[in-house]
């Protein structure tokens, strides 16, 4: 029985590497995909690493395994290509949190600000933001703006306070989190942290636990040593690189499948197991099957909000 059904997997896997190839596609993943779509993907990483990869492949298909959101930039970046996304209700309960209306009525009472908006928004957020940044070059883009300019940072509050704090400087912040990082709690990480006192700690910057840990940093209760605030791909990097035998990590448990892949000498401790964005487990090598022969779910974003929002992305990229 289980034979079969590796054998299925091995022919449905087959199949869409020749699909693969007459389509001219190249397929993206993130970093929280389940293991199958990691391990068929051309490139799997964070969301500064993808858009990076849809704005310089010469494909003609892009099959987006991710959300919403990363599709719509791979969207903004290529507008020539075809951007397919296998399941097209992969949301992101961060990019929910705020709308167009929303941040129009925001910036009119704050007409002279810059806004910044964190990858996770829609395309239209983003048309409307002076720049786009990703957990890897947040502080860089914060850095770069002039000190006298208020800043509108959205929408992720964590990420914002984590900002202020490491620059110094008051930003307005958007109230918004993410559903699955909220629930990395303070509680949960101190208990984890005391039964391995020696692991190193990695921390997502949408973390719950974030605000906290950096009160406890400052303190000296958490050794600023061993913890390092990062985005997905520089997790993945850090415990490659590090000679550290043993890692809690605080992001969804996605990443721990690259993590174990890449070094099966090292242990790595999910600081909450029940940390799973069912949003991004929604793409399975079906659907993947199903897109590239179909070629569905076209993701495209109209060339008046593509060209506002490329804006943004690009200034980015210039800086990162
Ligand atoms: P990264 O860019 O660090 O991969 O984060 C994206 C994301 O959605 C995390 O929840
Ligand atoms: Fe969005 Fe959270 Fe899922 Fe990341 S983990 S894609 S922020 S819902």
Redesign the pocket.
């Known amino acids: 029985m289980q034979r079969l059904k590796t054998r299925q997997i091995d022919r449905l896997i087959e199949d869409i590497l020749l699909l693969k190839e007459s389509r001219n596609a190249v397929i993206l993943a993130?970093n929280?995909q389940i293991g199958e779509i990691q391990d068929i993907a051309d490139y799997t990483g964070d969301s500064l690493k993808l858009s990076r990869q849809a704005a310089e492949t010469d494909a003609d298909v892009i099959v987006f395994c991710?959300?919403n959101f990363m599709a719509e930039t791979a969207s903004i970046l290529c507008p020539e290509k075809t951007v397919l996304i296998p399941e097209p209700e992969a949301?992101?309960?961060?990019?929910d949190t705020i709308n167009i209306n929303q941040l129009k009525a925001w910036k009119k009472k704050y007409p002279d600000a810059v806004v910044v908006s964190y990858i996770?928004t829609t395309a239209d957020v983003k048309a409307e933001s002076d720049y786009c940044c990703t957990s890897t070059n947040a502080l860089k883009v914060i850095n770069a703006i002039p000190l006298d300019k208020e800043i509108l940072f959205l929408p992720d509050v964590f990420l914002g306070t984590y900002l202020e704090a490491t620059t110094g400087r008051k930003l307005h912040l958007w109230p918004g989190e993410?559903?699955?990082?909220a629930g990395i709690r303070p509680s949960l990480v101190n208990t984890i942290r005391q039964q391995h006192p020696d692991a190193e700690f990695l921390i997502h910057p949408?973390c719950g636990c974030l605000t906290p840990s950096m009160y406890y940093l400052a303190n000296g209760d958490i050794s600023p040593k061993g913890t390092h605030i990062l985005s997905t791909e520089g997790m993945i990097r850090y415990a490659k690189e590090s000679c550290a035998d043993c890692f809690v990590i605080a992001t969804?448990v996605g990443i721990l499948y690259r993590m174990k892949k890449d070094n099966p000498e090292k242990t790595f401790l999910p600081v909450n197991p029940d940390a799973v964005?069912e949003?991004?487990k929604k793409i399975t090598l079906d659907k993947v099957h199903r897109s590239l022969d179909e070629m569905i779910y076209q993701v495209k974003v109209p060339e008046d909000t593509a060209s506002k929002a490329r804006r943004s992305i690009d200034r980015m990229l210039e800086l990162a």
């Open positions: 993130h929280y991710g959300v949301g992101c309960s961060l990019a996770n993410c559903h699955v990082h949408e969804e964005c949003y991004m």
